[in-house]
């Protein structure tokens, strides 16, 4: 969401932003020009697995439900016509970016996709490719099974959680000069609460606020002391970052986020 100069707030703000470098640098700009500063920490490591090219003869589409799914994909395959749908814009925007040539965004989450690949696509068109990594959140395949697909899970990428926070974040955040910190998904929040009680800063998130991309991702933090805990209205980054405009507009009249 565009914010105009003339509502832009003059603050020291400073964001946490627990995505991987390459998602991080575009939330990082986004968070810029609402005057906002910003502190990477990826928590997850993402490593693409080297492999022979996916045999994709007679799929009929691959299911992209990450970003990472799609740079996993392009890594390991030349083919680029393949017809791919995507849980997200976010996600959909990378494919475009990789080349692939055909590619529709369900906009939203995996149910999302599933009412997608039921409407475009057909039970005997042909089989189905779900990318993803090591771990996954939700059972892609057992919805489309549902509805008579068949649906072969391929894994190109491992999405291990970091061993520690940076000393940097870990200074940061128990010296109290972070203000909110973002949240893109479940596992991701699950470990940031980990790590935080192992360093011995759980009674320092008393002075930021968490905003989550989801439901599912708050919960994971409820144990931990936070100023404020919100969620954003869809499970996508527009939706986060509206909610963040919608936070920084209320600081205007009222207490900060």
Not at 5 to 27: F, G, Q, S
Not at 34 to 49: D, H, N, S, T
Not at 123 to 139: M, T
Not at 230 to 247: K, S
Request: hydrophobic letters at 55%; charged letters at 20%.
């Amino acid at each position: 969401m565009k914010v105009h100069d003339e509502d832009r707030l003059a603050t020291d703000m400073r964001a946490l932003i627990t995505r991987p470098p390459d998602a991080a640098a575009e939330l990082a700009a986004a968070l810029a020009a609402r005057g906002i500063g910003a502190l990477v920490e990826p928590l997850i490591e993402i490593r693409l697995q080297d492999g022979p090219p996916p045999d994709l003869a007679g799929v009929q589409a691959v299911l992209c439900t990450s970003a990472n799914g799609v740079r996993a994909l392009a890594h390991r395959t030349a083919e680029r016509h393949c017809p791919v749908l995507a849980v997200g814009d976010a996600t959909a925007a990378r494919a475009r970016a990789e080349g692939f040539v055909s590619v529709d965004s369900a906009g939203g989450d995996l149910a999302d996709l599933v009412r997608l690949a039921g409407a475009r696509l057909r039970p005997q068109g042909g089989r189905l490719v779900h990318v993803r990594g090591s771990v996954v959140a939700g059972d892609l395949a057992a919805g489309l099974g549902a509805a008579g697909f068949a649906v072969a899970s391929l894994v190109l990428y491992e999405a291990r959680p970091v061993a520690a926070m940076s000393p940097a974040a870990v200074a940061a955040l128990g010296g109290g000069t972070v203000d909110f910190a973002l949240f893109f998904s479940p596992r991701t929040a699950a470990v940031f609460a980990r790590l935080v009680a192992e360093a011995g800063i759980a009674p320092a998130m008393r002075s930021l606020a968490a905003l989550s991309i989801s439901r599912a991702a708050d919960a994971a933090l409820a144990d931990l002391p936070f100023r404020a805990r919100h969620h954003a209205g869809a499970p996508n980054q527009e939706a986060l970052l509206a909610l963040v405009d919608r936070l920084l507009a209320e600081m205007r009249t009222g207490p900060r986020i």
